[in-house]
C-alpha cells in the first residue's frame, strides 16, 4: 500500500463514501478473505447449445493488465470492458463452453486473458482508445460547463452513466452477497451524476473506498495497481486534469477485469480433471443436440468418410483387417492424408475444434520431411558429387540434424505461415557445405567464388532445392513413409489406449506383412536410412537403425500430438456419424465387404 493517505477503513455495510470535500479515511489494517473461489459443483451442467466460445480463450503465461480489450468496445456508449462481456467468464458459461472443453484436453496451460493479438486484438485496441478519449470530453464538458449541459435527457453524456452503472454492476459480481446493497447505494448512478453537476463528487474518497473493497477480494499481486489507480485521482483532483480522472476510471476497469480473469483462471484449473475426464460425454451430447436441431449437417461428414473408404479399398499397401476394425482405420486414413504439407486439407466439420491442431501438425510434418531431404541431399553430396569413400559418422550425421533442425526451429517461431524454413535454404545449404567439409577434409567448398555456377557449394544448393520440391521423387517418397507411419502408430496406439480385445491379433497382422508387400513391422519404429541414394528405396522402408534424437523426438511429438487428437474425435464422433457412415457404405457395396468378411 502506498501510505497511510491511501489507506481507507474497511466500508460498513450500507454505510455511504459521501462526506465533506476532501476528506480522506484512516489507516486500518484487515486480515484478507481467500481470493479463491469456492469449488463448483461438479454436475452443474449448462445443456449443450451454450455458446462456442470466447475471445478471451487465449493460452501463454501471465495476464498483463489489460487496457480495455475485452468486451463491448463496438459498442458507442459502453465502455470497453463491460459486465455483459465478463459474463462469459462466469461458472455456468465456462461449464458449457464446448471449446473451451475440448482445448482443455490439449492445453494444460489454457487460461483466459484479453485478446489484444492480431487484427481483431488491434481493433478493439482503437475502439477503446476513441472510447477513452470521448469520454474525457464529456467529463470536461462538465467541469468548465456545465450550465451548457442537458442533465435530464442524458443525449450530451451518453457514457459517463453508463460507466458508473457498468462498475456497479461487476463490482456486485465480485463481492458477497453482504456487500451488495452497499455497492449499489456508493455507485448509485443519479446520485453521481447530480454530484457530477454540482461539483460535489469526491473522485479520491470514492476510488480510495472502491480500491479497500476490492483489496479485501482480489489477489494481493493487484493492491499496487489499485494504489496507482487512487493515485491518479488524487493527482487529477489536485491539478484539475481531466485525463487524469479518465486514467482512473480506465486503471478501475482494468482492475476489475483482471480480477474476473483471476477467478476464471483459478475455476479452470480447479475444474479441469473433470471437465477433461467428462469431455467425450458433453461433446456427445451437445453435438447430439445439435443435430436433432438441424444446426450441424453430417451430410459433408458422410460423404467424406465414403471417399476416404473409396481411397481405403485402392490403398495397395492397406493392412487386411476384419471387417468390424476397418471403420477407425478409414477414419485415420482419411485424416492422415490432409497431414501432407501442400495437399488440401479437406476435412469434414466435425474437426472444427481441431483444425488448427492439425494444421501446426502439418508444419511440423514440413520441418521433418524438409530435414530428413537435406540429410539425404547431404549424404548424396558427399558420397557422389564429393566422391568419399569413406562413410559418414553417425555423430557427425546426428550433429548435423540438430544444427539444421534449429535453423528451421527459428524461422519457424518467427513467420506464421508454417513453410518459413524454405526462406533460410541458403542458410541450411551453407552448413551443409561446412560440415561437407569436415567430413572429407575438402576445403574449398566454402572458399569457391560465389559468382560461378559450376562451383560445388552451387551444386549443393542445386541438389538441395530440387530434392526439397514437393513433386521430386524423395520428397515423396519421404512423405508416403511418414503418412503411413502416423497412421499405423496412432491405429495401433488408440487399439491399445481403449483395451479391445483384438489388438494382438491386430499386431500381428501388422508385424507379418510379407516379403512380396511392404513390411508393417517398419511402421511400428521408425527408421533413419542408412544406404546410399541410389538404394535407399528397399533399405529404408525396411531400416533397423533408429532415427537420431532430434528427428525422432520431432516425429514422436507429431504422431502423440495426432493420436491424442484423434482418439478424442473418434470416440465423440464414431457412435454419432461415422459408424453410421460406414453402415451406409456397406450397403452400398456388400459384395467387397463379403469377400472380405470370407
Request: charged content about 25%; hydrophobic content about 40%; some cysteine.
Amino acid at each position: 500500500m502506498a501510505g497511510n493517505e491511501n489507506a481507507a477503513a474497511k466500508p460498513e455495510h450500507g454505510s455511504s463514501v459521501f462526506g465533506p470535500a476532501g476528506a480522506s479515511g484512516s489507516s486500518s489494517t484487515s486480515a484478507r478473505p481467500s481470493c479463491a473461489p469456492q469449488q463448483p459443483d461438479p454436475n452443474m451442467l449448462v445443456p449443450p447449445g451454450s455458446p462456442d466460445g470466447t475471445d478471451a480463450v487465449s493460452t501463454g503465461v501471465g495476464c498483463a493488465p489489460p487496457m480495455g480489450a475485452t468486451g463491448g468496445a463496438d459498442g458507442l456508449h459502453l465502455p470497453p470492458v463491460t459486465a455483459a462481456a465478463l459474463r462469459e467468464l462466469e461458472i455456468p458459461r465456462i461449464i458449457g463452453n464446448p471449446r473451451l472443453r475440448h482445448d482443455l484436453n490439449f492445453d494444460t496451460n489454457l487460461h483466459f486473458k484479453p485478446n489484444t493479438e492480431g487484427e481483431r486484438g488491434r481493433r478493439k485496441k482503437a475502439q477503446a482508445e476513441r472510447y477513452w478519449a470521448n469520454l474525457t470530453e464529456e467529463l470536461q464538458r462538465c467541469a468548465d460547463h456545465p450550465d451548457r449541459i442537458d442533465w435530464h435527457s442524458g443525449h450530451d453524456l451518453p457514457k459517463l452513466p453508463l460507466v458508473f452503472a457498468e462498475i456497479q454492476t461487476i463490482l456486485q459480481t465480485l463481492v458477497p452477497e453482504r456487500d451488495m446493497t452497499v455497492v449499489e447505494e456508493t455507485f448509485d448512478v443519479p446520485l453521481l451524476m447530480q454530484q457530477i453537476r454540482w461539483q460535489a463528487l469526491d473522485y479520491v474518497r470514492l476510488s480510495t473506498w472502491t480500491a479497500t473493497l476490492l483489496k479485501m477480494h482480489c489477489a494481493p499481486m493487484r493492491d499496487q495497481w489499485l494504489d496507482d489507480m487512487v493515485n491518479r485521482f488524487r493527482r487529477g483532483v489536485k491539478t484539475g486534469a481531466v485525463t487524469d480522472l479518465v486514467d482512473g476510471i480506465r486503471m478501475l476497469f482494468g482492475v476489475l477485469e483482471a480480477m474476473k480473469l483471476d477467478i476464471a483462471n483459478h475455476q479452470v484449473r480447479t475444474m479441469r480433471p473433470l471437465l477433461v475426464e467428462d469431455t467425450a460425454h458433453f461433446e456427445q451430447s451437445y453435438f447430439l443436440q445439435r443435430i436433432r436441431d438441424g444446426r450441424f449437417d453430417t451430410r459433408p461428414v458422410l460423404n467424406w468418410y465414403a471417399q476416404s473408404h473409396q481411397d481405403w479399398r485402392r490403398h495397395p499397401d492397406s493392412i487386411r483387417l476384419p471387417l468390424r476394425h476397418q471403420p477407425l482405420a478409414v477414419f485415420l486414413k482419411g485424416v492422415t492424408e490432409s497431414l501432407r504439407p501442400l495437399g488440401p486439407m479437406d476435412l469434414p466439420p466435425t474437426f472444427a475444434f481441431d483444425l488448427d491442431r492439425l494444421r501446426t501438425l502439418r508444419a511440423d510434418l514440413d520441418r521433418f520431411l524438409a530435414l530428413e531431404v537435406c540429410i539425404e541431399s547431404f549424404k548424396g553430396f558427399v558420397l557422389h558429387t564429393l566422391g568419399s569413400r569413406r562413410a559418414i559418422p553417425d555423430p557427425a550425421l546426428q550433429d548435423l540434424r540438430a544444427v539444421l533442425l534449429s535453423i528451421m526451429d527459428e524461422s519457424h517461431d518467427d513467420g506464421t505461415d508454417g513453410d518459413e524454413w524454405r526462406r533460410e535454404t541458403e542458410t541450411l545449404v551453407l552448413e551443409m557445405a561446412r560440415r561437407a567439409e569436415e567430413v572429407t577434409g575438402h576445403a574449398n567448398i566454402l572458399n569457391e567464388d560465389r559468382g560461378h555456377d559450376n562451383t560445388l557449394r552451387h551444386a549443393l544448393k542445386l541438389r538441395v532445392k530440387s530434392n526439397l520440391r514437393p513433386d521430386s521423387t524423395l520428397w515423396r517418397y519421404l512423405e508416403d513413409g511418414a503418412i503411413d507411419r502416423i497412421w499405423c502408430r496412432s491405429f495401433l496406439q488408440i487399439v491399445r489406449g481403449r483395451h479391445y480385445p483384438w489388438s494382438a491379433a491386430v499386431e500381428d497382422v501388422a508385424s507379418k506383412g510379407g516379403e512380396k508387400r511392404r513390411s508393417s513391422s517398419w511402421l511400428l519404429s521408425y527408421p533413419h536410412p542408412q544406404a546410399q541414394l541410389a538404394q535407399q528405396s528397399h533399405a529404408y522402408r525396411r531400416g533397423k537403425v533408429p532415427a537420431t534424437a532430434p528427428a525422432q523426438a520431432l516425429f514422436a511429438s507429431i504422431v502423440q500430438s495426432f493420436t491424442h487428437i484423434m482418439s478424442l474425435h473418434w470416440q465423440v464422433f464414431a457412435p454419432l456419424v461415422y459408424l453410421q457412415a460406414e453402415e451406409m457404405v456397406r450397403a452400398l457395396r456388400p459384395r467387397h465387404f463379403e469377400a472380405d468378411a470370407a
